[in-house]
Structures are given as C-alpha cells and as structure tokens.
C-alpha cells in the first residue's frame, strides 16, 4: 500500500479545507442562531448557500466512485475534513448520511424508475431520505430479529410495524424511507427480509416523536415511526423478495469508512483545541502545555489518532482492491476503533478544558456526545468485536509454541 495521497485526493482536500475556512466554520454560528430562534428541525438556509459553492468549487457527491471518479481511499482524506464540523460540512458537500448509503444502495439495486424517482433528486440536494431497519422491541444489531411485516396484497404490499432512530425523519425535506420487513418468516434465515421505498406522505406512515442524543436534537432528527397498514406498490420493492439482508450488508462497506473518517476528523478538531488551550491556560504557575500531564494527554492523543487513520486507510484500499468482503473483518475493526478512539480524545480535550468543556462555549461536549453515539450507529462495537474474535479463532498461524 503506497501512503501518499494521489494527486487528485491532495487537490480535493485542499480544496476541502479552503471551503472549510472560507464558509464551513463561518457558518456555525449561524446555523445555530437559526435552529435556536426558529425551531430544532428548521432548514437554516444556509445550507442550500454552502451547497450551491460546494458545487461550484467540485465539491459535490464525491462519496460515489462512479460520479466522482474517486476510490475509497482518495475519498477518504475528503471525509475526514468534513468531520471538523459534522453537522454541516457532509451536508454541504451532499455526502451526509444516511444519504450517502442510500444513494448508494439505489445506485446499486433500484430500477430505472425509482433511480429517477428518488436517487436523482438525492443526487442534486433536492430531497433527503431515511433508512428505516432500527426497532424498539428487538436487538436490530442482528437484522435478522426485525419484526415489521411487508405483506403482499395483490400488486401492492401492506407494511406494519415499529420502527426507531431513523435518522433524517424530522425533516421534511425527508421524501423516502427505505424500509426493511420480512415478506416471508417462514424463509430461511438471511432470505425473509425484503427493503421497500415508502414515500413520507404514504397514509398510515406515523412519525411518532423525535429521539436525542444525550439531549442534543439534530436538525433532521432520530424518531420513532409507525406503519400502520401503509400501503405501497409492488414496485416500490428494492431488489428481489428475501434481497433485504444482503442488501443491508452491501449497503454498510464504504459508509463505515465515510464514518471512521469523520470519528477522525472530530478528535482531530478536539485535538487542535486541546492544544490550543494548553499554550494559554495557565495554572499553578505555569502554562497547561509545560505540565506533564497534559503533554502526556496529547502525545497519546497523536498516537491514537494516527494509529486509527492508518487503519481506516487499508480498509478503504482493500474495499478499492478486493471489494467490501475482502476487507470484512477491517470493516468491523474500524467501526470499533473509529468511535472508541474518537471517544478518548474528545474526552481528553474536555479535562483540558475543565467545566468549559461540558458547556456549549465549545463544541467538545457536542462531538463527545456524537462520537459516543457511533459505537453504537450500525451496530454496537460488541457485535463487531464478536465478529473479528471468531475470525481470528479460525486464522491459521505460522507457528505457535
């Protein structure tokens, strides 16, 4: 694996950081003042203003391969820096999740007409989505547990269920949920599941109230909706009958990458305040940055910062050579060691920052609370851990003794 960034990756992510300066970190205060006087799940349109420069600047759906010309791994630098400000910066360069993994999946399985229906208008920042897998009643780290039914009735299907932390679902913006149900319980295990588009405005689809995160509400929300007897075309179906499972699965390669970055993005910010903080803030008589538990806070933080991006850089290379089962057990580790890490060094910037910290003067309380939130988006590190420990009892070894 060569380590230097091609050429196109160095170009775009400097270009990143240009829109970084110039608008993104510029533009959160006045997100804030809008969401703050308008309402939590307002649009603030300044939003649409960073898209149409994202644009201009080329910036624009370079989380898909295929549109932008980019691999996973030149793609990924590009990532990292939007992680500065993840609240707006994915957004603004339309590579938001869940968007991105559900333009993904259309792009991968939905017919012509739904790609027209729906990936279009996702494509062009017209409308978002929401993946709706998650429920309340059953451990949806196994997918296999999901309990909503889809049920064929003549040319339609009737939906039924519960369904919670569907992220985008506060926003009207939000047109389509892609929902997974089982069209046949009877089926063998990974085949009774089935993904069907539900527009927003379907009768029976019930948002029921909006979830926060370690009491942080986000623009375009995590609720919990009911489907009651939605009533859908067969068409509406995403692949083949029992296609649910697998699509899940595709769906959750690259988007852990698109994850892991940003987790390294945000330590990276909490680390470039934790230093910042230490060369002015004097205590007992001298600065932060001259007490040795302090530099020991931020060697370690270097160290696991560094240690993860190399990391989540095979992973992106492997998904780009031998495809996402080639890089299964990388995939699971960075989901683990991604949030974990990111988790450390907010929380290590936070002791620097004292009572400061907690408070909304900063965004670390807010980073902390997201990069905790990712051990468990995509199922909690436990089940990945699970995973990489039963590959590793299986991995032959040149000698032991």
Sequence with gaps: MD??????????????????????????????????????????????????????RGLWNLFLPELSGLSNLEYAPVAEISGWSPTIAPEAINCQAPDSGNMETLHLFATAEQKR????????????????????????????????????DGDDYLINGRKWWISGAADERCQVFITMGKTDPTAETHRQQSMILVPRDAPGLVIERHLPIFGYQDQHGHSE????????????????????????????????????????????????????????????????????????????????????????YKTAWLIDTYGAKGARIEIAAIKVAAPTMATQVIDRAIEVFGGQGVSDDTPLAYLYAWARALRIVDGPDAVHRESIARQELRRERPYVG
């Design 117 to 152: 229906q729906w990936l279009e208008p996702l494509l062009a920042g017209e409308i978002r989505s929401a993946f709706a897998m998650t429920e309340p009643d059953v451990a949806s780290s196994d997918a296999t547990n999901i309990t909503t039914q889809i049920v064929r």
């Design 3 to 56: 380590f230097e960034l091609s050429p196109k990756a160095q170009e775009l992510s400097a270009a990143m950081w240009d829109f970084m300066r110039d608008e993104i970190f510029p533009a959160e205060p006045v997100y804030a003042a809008y969401l703050a006087e308008r309402g939590e799940h307002e649009h603030p349109p300044v939003i649409e203003d960073l898209k149409t420069s994202a644009r201009r």
């Design 225 to 312: 909706i009911v489907y009651r007897d939605v009533r859908v075309p067969a068409s509406n179906r995403l692949a083949g009958e029992g296609d649910g499972f697998m699509i899940a699965q595709a769906r959750l390669g690259p988007g852990r990458v698109h994850h892991a970055m940003r987790a390294i993005g945000m330590a990276e910010r909490a680390m470039a305040l934790m230093v910042d903080r230490a060369k002015y803030r004097v205590a007992f008589g001298k600065r932060l940055a001259d007490q040795g538990v302090v530099r020991d806070l931020i060697a370690r933080s270097r160290i696991d910062i560094d240690q993860v991006r190399l990391l989540v």
